[in-house]
C-alpha cells in the first residue's frame, strides 16, 4: 500500500497445503492489513473485500475454461481447489 502499486510481490506460501503455513499467512495478513488501514476507514476495507473477490473470480473463470474445454485439471490444481 505504501508504493501505491504491487511493487515487489511475492508469495509468502511454499506449500499451499501445509494447513499451518497457511493459518499463520492468514494470521500475519490480518495483522498487517489492520495495521494498514488503522484510521483509513470503512472505504479501504471495502476496496481490499473487492480486490479480494475479483481474485476469486478469476479461479472461478480458470475452472470453468478448463472444465468447458474438456481439459485435465494439473494435478496440484486440482487437489488445491478440491476438483477431485
Given amino acids: 500500500m505504501a508504493a501505491g502499486s504491487w511493487q515487489g510481490f511475492t508469495c509468502s506460501l511454499r506449500d499451499p497445503l501445509d494447513g499451518g503455513a497457511v493459518s499463520a ?3 500475519a495478513s490480518r495483522a498487517g492489513l489492520l495495521g ?4 483509513l476507514g470503512e472505504a479501504v476495507l471495502t476496496i481490499v473485500g473487492e480486490c479480494l473477490e475479483h ?3 478469476h479461479h472461478g473463470q480458470l475452472i470453468r475454461y ?3 474445454n474438456e481439459l485435465p485439471f494439473p494435478e496440484a490444481f486440482a487437489r488445491r481447489y478440491a476438483l477431485r
Avoid at 494498514?36 to 484510521?39: D, H, L, M
Wanted: hydrophobic share 55%.
Fill in 25 to 27: 499467512a492468514l494470521a
Fill in 36 to 39: 494498514e488501514s488503522a484510521g
Fill in 55 to 57: 481474485e476469486a473470480q
Fill in 66 to 68: 478448463f472444465y468447458a
